[in-house]
């Protein structure tokens, strides 16, 4: 090689290599932005793979990407736990047969015990308390809606409502949250949003918001969906919101309503399925859930003198003790602790946000909602854009300054 072209080459070579580098660090970047390696607890941190065809991501669409992991934990140093947690020099919570569990106070949002509290798992039906928030804090509760064939078809639980019969919308919620109604659940997101993508978009600008950063709507219901994952301390923080709205804390805590019918069927009763009811004094309700990869979930809430707790309990059994029962024990725990006792802080936007209106990006992973309402990554484009401008301008450059030299040559 001429003398002369050896150093413009010398550097071009180095700006490629450059620019190669600072390519692969962008893409390193747009998967972990300023955050550690996705943490790992017992493999329950991130949400599990898609175990059937239904969370698989449909023809033409991309699995979502994981969601970052806050560092530090949101909640307090401790809300990082993969095991249990208790305050300093209480005795231990009992032994309750869960993945993963917080025990709170719903007025201090005081976290008072927890068990991997961050850990990503499906929710089930628990995430109708998400939307129910949203209906609570929105929507007036003596509008009406009227039922259509579309929601009496929707898949898994159905309260019952069908076309033509008309509701209120406190009558609706009652029995989402009371009896765990997808037909319901469709209903009252058309009437959020309009349409089923929209009000899932919803729900992740308010978790994102909220700051639940490992919730992750894909539907509505909690039907299980791709990417879909929430996590005990991020269903406390949402239930606790509820409850500071007055036509959600009194659905949760209905025992029974009647819903009108439709067509030739005729009015019919609806029980709430959370056994605390009636079994726990000074129960307020709360919410229960099950899907094959959720497994059952489930969050209680009871006040004694004076406080209010609330639990919830992710990928448990009903066996050898119902649910219900692992929420009493764990209930009985955090009333018998002094009060102030505490191991991490439930979060909660600055009082008097209105929600899913100010959250600056459509997900809490930077990801937009796609046309059936499942999120998918956005382009990670912009992380690699600048530098491929940079460096091609630059060994454009030096391919004609070679040029010229070796032209002179």
């Known amino acids: 090689m ?7 080459f010398a550097v071009a070579v180095s700006t490629v290599l450059l620019f190669l580098g600072a390519v692969t660090g962008a893409a ?39 969601l970052p992991v806050p560092d530090p934990p949101v909640g307090g ?27 709170a106070d719903l007025d201090s949002g005081a976290v008072l015990a927890a068990r991997a509290p961050h850990a990503r798992l499906r929710p089930a039906s ?4 998400l939307t129910g928030l949203l209906v609570a804090q929105d929507v007036p509760m003596d509008e009406r809606i009227v039922g259509t064939q579309e929601d009496a078809d929707q898949e898994g639980t159905r309260v019952g409502i069908g076309p033509g019969g008309q509701y209120t919308v406190r009558q609706l919620l009652d029995g989402m949250l009371m009896a ?21 978009d919803l729900m992740n600008r308010t978790a994102a918001q ?12 909690g039907l299980d969906g791709p990417g879909q994952s929430s996590s005990a301390y991020d269903l406390a923080s949402i239930f606790r919101l509820g409850m500071q709205h007055e036509p959600f804390a009194t659905a949760v805590g209905t025992t029974q309503i009647t819903l009108p019918g439709w067509g030739p069927n005729p009015p019919f009763a609806v029980d709430n399925d959370n056994k605390i009811l009636g079994r726990y004094p000074g129960a307020l309700g709360g919410k229960t859930g099950f899907t094959d990869d959720a497994r059952h979930t489930y969050i209680g809430s009871a006040q004694r003198d004076g406080r209010r707790l609330v639990v919830v309990l992710m990928h448990g059994e009903q066996t050898p003790v119902p649910m219900y029962q692992q929420g009493i024990e764990l209930l009985d725990y955090g009333f018998s602790l002094p009060r102030g006792a505490a191991v991490g802080q439930l979060t909660a936007p600055p009082p008097g946000t209105t929600l899913g209106e100010t959250a600056a990006t459509p997900s809490p992973a930077g990801a937009a909602a796609s046309d059936d309402g499942t999120a998918s990554p956005t382009s990670g484009s912009s992380n690699w854009e600048t530098p491929l401008a940079i460096g091609a301008v630059v060994l454009l450059g030096l391919i004609v300054l070679a040029a010229r030299l070796r032209h002179r040559r």
């Open 2 to 8: 001429p003398a002369a072209l050896r150093l413009p």
């Open 28 to 66: 390193t970047a747009s998967a972990s932005p300023g955050l550690p390696a996705q943490q790992s607890c017992g493999g329950v941190t991130a949400p599990a793979p898609p175990v059937d065809e239904s969370e698989a991501p449909r023809p033409g669409q991309s699995a979502p990407a994981p």
């Open 77 to 103: 140093d401790a809300m990082g736990t993969c095991g249990t947690v208790a305050p300093s020099g209480a005795p231990a919570p009992p032994a309750i047969g869960v993945q993963s569990y917080v025990l």
């Open 126 to 129: 628990l995430l109708k308390t």
């Open 180 to 200: 765990s109604g997808n037909d319901i659940a469709h209903a009252l997101s058309l009437r959020l949003t309009g349409s089923i993508p929209a009000t899932v």
């Open 210 to 221: 909220i700051g639940a950063h490992d919730t992750r709507a894909a539907t509505p219901s």
